[in-house]
């Protein structure tokens, strides 16, 4: 059973940056898309970036692209998320999760529903 535990979140401004972290454990091979998803009150849970444990590729949505970097430390078993130039509209509640899968198509950020493993979340708010 895969567990993932995400911490960094915090209180920040505008312009600032947060690192997320996702400690992973249950792995049981090394091929997983891992990706971070968002969630504010009100609005549909929404794919921010996704990364492949073996491969190291990944994908972004359009809303964050140049400005959040995910990354991986393959023998920790952790996946980043660099959050860079925050706005007030990157508040929300951020995800990690994890499928196994030989390859992370970009379309997985639309598909949180084939995600099987999640964590509780970190909570990330900006203010201007």
């Known amino acids: 059973q895969v567990q993932l535990v995400e911490s960094g979140g915090g209180s920040v401004q505008a312009g600032e940056s947060l690192r997320l972290s996702c400690a992973a454990s249950?792995?049981?091979?090394?091929?997983?898309?891992v990706a971070w998803f968002r969630q504010s009150p009100g609005k549909d849970r929404a794919g921010v970036a996704v990364i492949h444990t073996q491969t190291n590729t990944s994908s972004y949505a359009n809303s964050v692209k140049g400005r959040f970097t995910i990354s991986q430390d393959s023998a920790k078993n952790m996946v980043y998320l660099q959050l860079d130039s925050l706005k007030p509209e990157d508040t929300a509640m951020y995800y990690c999760?994890?499928?196994?899968?030989?390859?992370?198509?970009?379309?997985?950020?639309?598909?949180?529903?084939?995600?099987?493993?999640w964590g509780q979340g970190t909570q990330v708010t900006v203010s201007s």
């Open positions: 999760a994890a499928r196994q899968s030989s390859y992370c198509y970009p379309f997985v950020l639309t598909a949180s529903s084939i995600f099987d493993y």
């Open positions: 249950g792995y049981a091979d090394g091929n997983y898309c």
